[in-house]
């Protein structure tokens, strides 16, 4: 029975590295991020949950901590998108798990709150389900030309998740624990990625054929649109899920969430799997549920959750 494996040219497996460095970054910047969002929190003590207020993100522009996390965010995207550039999005995507390692261990330290078995164990479910995700996925899935009818469904798709979130949000959002920011999150930043690698994929396509942006490239404009409107809905949800959790829990869910929903999009409307054989669609469940379950497990045993 053929097994049907794809491999990597070395190209493509450059992406890799490059997305690991990236992963360094985010745990650092999220790090940073989270103590200036404290910081504002604290100084300004809001009676409810309803998320940043504009006075408190404009306090946040002042904060060095927090810029610094800002910066370094900046250059944990920028290697996220060079990656995009050689590598498939189902192999680079989940590589960002390495982030939650090294922002566990560093905030433990700087917080003096030493994870617990529970904690540790949780974040194993996240590595080892993400880890056995990418693994099968760099074997089984390679880039493919996307058409324009799919390119469609999925911006259709994102405006639909963008119009709910909004609704939601507004008259819910004093309800919402800290889980709920994090999982809208990443769901965003799910499809920033997909579009980020559709958009370098057709800009690509545009100066190899040494052509400027004609009237038939009007959806690489509004991916640009859709992947800025979801990365500034999903940053502002991840700066609020700051100011009540810890940063490795935010980092967990937004390096399982994240990917798990833009290699989602990558195989079922993009068929970078297409050549994959049957028990592949079966690890990658499981591969799936293990690392969510992770998140949940952590959100719940987390030494520094707030009750």
């Not at 009676?47 to 370094?72: F, V, Y």
Request: proline content about 4%; charged content about 10%; aromatic content about 8%.
């Amino acid at each position: 029975m053929s097994l049907h494996l794809v491999t990597l040219t070395p190209q493509q497996a450059l992406g890799i590295p490059i997305a690991l460095v990236g992963s360094v970054f985010l745990a650092l910047g999220a790090q940073f991020q989270h103590r200036g969002v404290n910081k504002v929190d604290a100084a300004t003590a809001p009676e409810d949950k309803a998320g940043l207020n504009i006075g408190q993100l404009l306090s946040l522009a002042r904060r060095p901590s927090w810029l610094i996390g800002t910066l370094m965010l900046g250059l944990a995207i920028v290697f996220q998108l060079v990656s995009l550039k050689f590598s498939p999005l189902t192999v680079v995507q989940p590589l960002g798990v390495l982030g939650l390692v090294v922002t566990s261990v560093v905030n433990a330290r700087v917080s003096h709150h030493p994870l617990d078995r529970a904690s540790i164990r949780a974040i194993a479910f996240c590595v080892v389900g993400v880890g056995l995700f990418v693994t099968i996925a760099s074997l089984t899935t390679t880039s493919v030309p996307i058409q324009q009818a799919q390119l469609v469904v999925v911006l259709i798709i994102l405006a639909v998740i963008l119009v709910i979130a909004a609704l939601v949000f507004a008259f819910f959002r004093k309800k919402f624990t800290t889980i709920f920011y994090i999982v809208a999150a990443g769901v965003l930043f799910g499809f920033v990625a997909t579009l980020a690698k559709v958009d370098i994929d057709r800009i690509d396509t545009i100066i190899a054929e040494h052509r400027a942006l004609q009237v038939g490239d009007s959806l690489t404009i509004v991916c640009l649109l859709g992947l800025a409107l979801a990365g500034l809905l999903g940053s502002y949800f991840v700066q609020t899920a700051y100011s009540s959790g810890p940063p490795d829990l935010v980092v967990a869910g937004l390096t399982v969430i994240d990917p798990l929903v833009g290699v989602t999009i990558g195989i079922v409307v993009l068929g970078e799997a297409s050549g994959a054989p049957f028990w592949a669609a079966i690890v990658f469940v499981v591969a799936g549920i293990v690392a969510i379950y992770g998140v949940f497990q952590l959100s719940k045993h987390h030494p520094q959750i707030r009750r």
